[in-house]
């Protein structure tokens, strides 16, 4: 193709790669979306240089003093562009019954249409930036390429942090290996001589997948699962589809490797909703004596039975992009150490006087700082200092317990599965499942607080199966199955067992009961004794839970009656629960499984 074809790309440039179906891609986007210059990005770090110094002059980063936290930003955003806008989040199949009642719908030849309207001169006055991806080992056997067109400087630098970027990724699209489109526009176009904001975004936004298509189209947001396209849409969105098809799972799960005394050693992977724990779990550090904690990643798994017939798992990111309100050293001083060493970046959170970020629940608060808004701010101030779904954008490689197996394409092999929500009642600190059905019930079922992570009250109950409701990319009903048949097809023995976990109970005072992060070793342990058949528990209506005595609370300073009150299954509350699992089932209608259906029987029956 001659360059000249391109619009936006220079006369004398040449495009890096000879990929037929990604140059074709690329003019017809340039073609609709007019942007003055077209760059494809090589993830070089000149290129993050070049990237961050333009984000500066723009006035959309800042950035921080180098002496404490070098080569690192803060970038603050829209005060309407905060987190993931699951209300405008669509799933565009073919057939309106493969995208269900977890996500929106629109028939995806309209969707085009009026997206393509929106794209139409959206990049005017921009760069346009072809960024080339890789999610998950770039030596896997078949890779899984991604290419995101993006105007946003923001993004590219973040995608850099947040996936394996550039020019190794556009090598193995080589001139013709699939890849998903990642379509991103801020959707803020500049007339000539008009001047940029600094964080540029429109009020109308559209986060779209099409399924069939492997393809994603966004706009309007810059923020985030919103914009960052590797993240959400590929991994989870189009990742759950293609894991459908190919008999795998895409799941919202942190991966840990856990170590004992004695030096075994067991994976475990768990699914937490939005801003429910799983980066502080994923780098937790025991506070049992002789038990380690290895980090593989804290988001998402992608996980395939392997020839063994172990299920196996892979973290497709590159990077954390972590929840900063509530870190500090005392509850994850991991990821403290792995932003300290810089190379990050930080979103809608507080610039200290001596150039350093700070948020509500990190240690040495300061006299004053500049807030998320650019206000003023001081202890006592009416307004927090960051959002509370501020972020830390930083690379998964600077983390201390990064465990040496973390970019191995066979993955690990996942020995327990963690279910776990936010509910200030009824839900008991751990719970283990009979056997994989049940297991699947307990997260189809799952249930938690709503968090800041997306727009919507905080604090309402709501059903959030597998903690994937905003990312599961076809008919909710049909995924179930999915996991049922995976369970049903698999050599029993080698399944993971699968445990149903709360750390956020509250007593009356509304403390929380269990004092949860490094002290959550306590539950893994426990979790690790149910596997090896050397740890006790009570068999409840809900599964097997144990007492306080099956528990190791060596050291735990907390009251003994709020460590048994967070253990305790109350029948009358379980029988409330009830009506709420079958107004969720009835939402799905009739794809809820048999065994599900079965499953919610049996509890009924047991709770008498
Ligand atoms: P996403 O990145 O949105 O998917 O969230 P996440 O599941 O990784 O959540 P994260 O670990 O960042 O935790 C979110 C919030 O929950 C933070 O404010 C934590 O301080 C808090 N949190 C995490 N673990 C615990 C715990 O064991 N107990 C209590 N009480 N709070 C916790
Ligand atoms: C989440 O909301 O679950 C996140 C942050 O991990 S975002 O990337 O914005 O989706
Ligand atoms: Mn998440």
């Known amino acids: 193709m001659s360059t000249a074809s391109i619009p936006g790309l220079g006369d004398t440039e040449t495009p890096p790669t000879q990929h037929a179906e990604l140059l074709a891609w690329v003019r017809e986007v340039a073609e609709l979306t007019t942007p003055d210059r077209v760059v494809f990005a090589d993830g070089s770090d000149a290129e993050w240089d070049r990237l961050t110094t333009r984000l500066v002059e723009a006035g959309t980063f800042t950035r921080l003093n180098d002496d404490i936290k070098p080569n690192s930003f803060i970038g603050n955003s829209d005060p309407s562009d905060v987190a993931r806008v699951e209300s405008r989040t669509y799933i565009c199949s073919r057939d309106e019954a493969d995208c269900g009642v977890t996500n929106n719908w629109m028939d995806p030849t309209e969707m085009r249409a009026v997206m393509t309207e929106l794209y139409r001169g959206c990049m005017a006055g921009r760069t346009m930036y072809v960024v080339p991806f890789c999610m998950g080992p770039l030596e896997a056997e078949s890779p899984k390429l991604g290419v995101e067109i993006t105007d946003s400087e923001y993004v590219v630098v973040s995608m850099k942090v947040m996936t394996r970027m550039g020019a190794a990724a556009l ?93 075994k050693v067991h994976y475990v992977a768990a699914a937490f909703p939005s801003a429910c724990g799983k980066t502080n779990l994923a780098m937790l550090e025991p506070t049992i004596p002789g038990w380690r904690v290895e980090t593989l990643g804290d988001d998402i798994a992608w996980m395939t039975f392997g020839d063994d017939g172990r299920l196996r798992a892979v973290n497709p990111e590159f990077g954390f992009f972590g929840v900063a309100p509530g870190t500090n050293w005392k509850t994850n001083p991991n990821a403290m150490r792995t932003i300290e060493q810089g190379n990050s970046l930080f979103t809608n959170v507080g610039l200290t006087d001596d150039g350093d970020v ?251």
Request: hydrophobic content about 40%.
């Open 358 to 608: 700070w948020w509500e629940g990190m240690e040495g608060t300061p006299e004053h700082l500049v807030d998320w808004k650019g206000n003023d701010w001081a202890p006592g101030s009416e307004a927090l200092s960051s959002h509370p779904n501020s972020r830390y954008c930083t690379p998964m490689n600077q983390c201390p317990i990064l465990a040496p197996e973390w970019n191995d394409p066979e993955g690990v092999p996942i020995s327990a599965i963690l279910f776990g929500g936010r509910r200030a009642t009824t839900v008991p600190l751990v719970n283990e499942a009979r056997d994989w059905q049940h297991g699947v019930f307990m997260g189809a079922t799952l249930s938690s607080e709503q968090t800041a992570a997306a727009e919507g009250a905080v604090g309402t109950v709501r059903r959030d199966p597998m903690a994937m409701i905003p990312f599961i990319g076809y008919n909710v009903g049909d995924y179930f199955q999915h996991w049922i048949d995976l369970g049903k097809g698999a050599d029993a023995d080698k399944l993971p067992k699968i445990f149903y976990v709360n750390w956020f109970r509250r007593g009356p005072e509304k403390q929380f009961l269990w004092p949860g992060f490094g002290e959550n070793s306590r539950v893994l342990k426990w979790v690790i004794g149910r596997l090896e058949g050397t740890a006790a528990a009570v068999e409840t209506p809900i599964g097997h839970v144990p007492t306080a005595a099956d528990l190791d609370l060596d050291g735990l300073t907390e009251p003994a009656e709020d460590i048994e009150a967070s253990l305790v299954v109350d029948v009358d509350e379980w029988k409330a629960e009830i009506p709420l699992i079958e107004e969720w089932f009835a939402k799905i209608g009739d794809k809820v499984p048999t065994g599900l259906r079965d499953e919610l029987e049996t509890l009924k029956q047991r709770l008498g």
């Open 171 to 263: 090598e193995k699209l080589g001139t013709d290996a699939p890849f998903v489109k990642a379509l991103h526009s801020l959707g803020a176009p500049l007339a000539d001589g008009q001047a940029d904001v600094a964080w540029p975004c429109n009020e109308i936004k559209y986060i779209t997948q099409f399924p069939e298509d492997r393809e994603i189209w966004s706009y309007g947001s810059g923020y985030g699962g919103n914009a960052l396209l590797g993240k959400k849409c590929f991994s989870l969105r189009i990742a759950s589809v293609m894991a459908r098809d190919e008999g795998w799972l895409a799941e919202h799960m942190l991966i840990l490797k856990l170590i004992s005394p004695e030096q």
